[in-house]
């Protein structure tokens, strides 16, 4: 069990590079926080706000971020492998380059977000908000696209063996 962060306020606290696995921020506002090649895998980060967040390089492997608020925040390079981003918001979220194998993005508002060239064999977006979200070039190998809304950017993407 990590250190404990529950509705703390962080806003633009630098914790880059900082090994923060099995922390808890829930209910924490990390507006515009610095969490860059942090390792965060097994923390919590429900109901967090993580607005403008930097997260990009960062290890996420299994983290808890259910009803987060992501909008704006930049992941890309993480990997949130097994992550859990259900009704999570990622509105204009840049995700370029993420790895997220198995994940879990039920319910999440991914409208206008950037995982181009992101990894996401075998994810799970049922009932996700897809609306204009630029999926160019992704991997969605074996993902669940059923139940999805909006009319993503899927060019070059790889859909093989996905449920639509």
Sequence with gaps: MGESYRDADLRERDFR?????????????????????????GAKFVDANLYQAFVNDADLKSADLRNANLEFAVL????????????????????????????????????????????????DFRGANLERAILRRANLARADLRETSGTPNLDQAN?????R
Excluded: I, M, W
């Design 17 to 41: 590079g900082q090994n923060l696995e099995g922390a808890d921020f829930s209910g924490a506002d990390l507006h515009g926080a610095r969490l860059s090649r942090a390792k965060l895998a």
């Design 159 to 163: 859909l093989e063996g996905a449920k």
């Design 76 to 123: 890309g390079g993480a990997d949130a492998s097994g992550a859990n981003f259900e009704g999570a918001v990622l509105k204009r979220c840049n995700l370029v380059g993420t790895r997220a194998h198995g994940a879990n993005f039920q319910k999440a508002d991914l409208y206008y977000s950037r995982p181009g060239n992101a990894d996401f064999e075998g994810a």
